[in-house]
């Protein structure tokens, strides 16, 4: 189940506090156990994120890791 993606989210050309907004969003729609993947994170948005939500609606399946041009990608799952 760690390897399914169900929504992936692609924010390498938004500002940090739109990016912020439209995970929130998303992550406040998914079903309980779907796992979200956001692509083109920056520090503080990733950051800020985990700030946000509550601790004990996610899960992270992975922490931040770098792709070629710097940006980050992490999965999270939704626990309720």
């Known amino acids: 189940m760690a390897d399914k993606t169900d929504i992936v989210i692609d924010v390498r050309h938004f500002v940090s506090w739109f990016s912020l907004l439209k995970v929130t969003q998303v992550f406040r729609e998914m079903k309980q156990y779907d796992t979200l993947e956001v ?23 992975t922490a931040g890791c770098e792709d070629d041009d710097g940006f980050l990608q992490f999965r999270i799952q939704k626990n309720v």
């Open 39 to 61: 692509r083109g994170a920056d520090t503080d948005t990733r950051e800020d994120l985990f700030k946000v939500l509550p601790e004990s609606t996610y899960q992270i399946l």
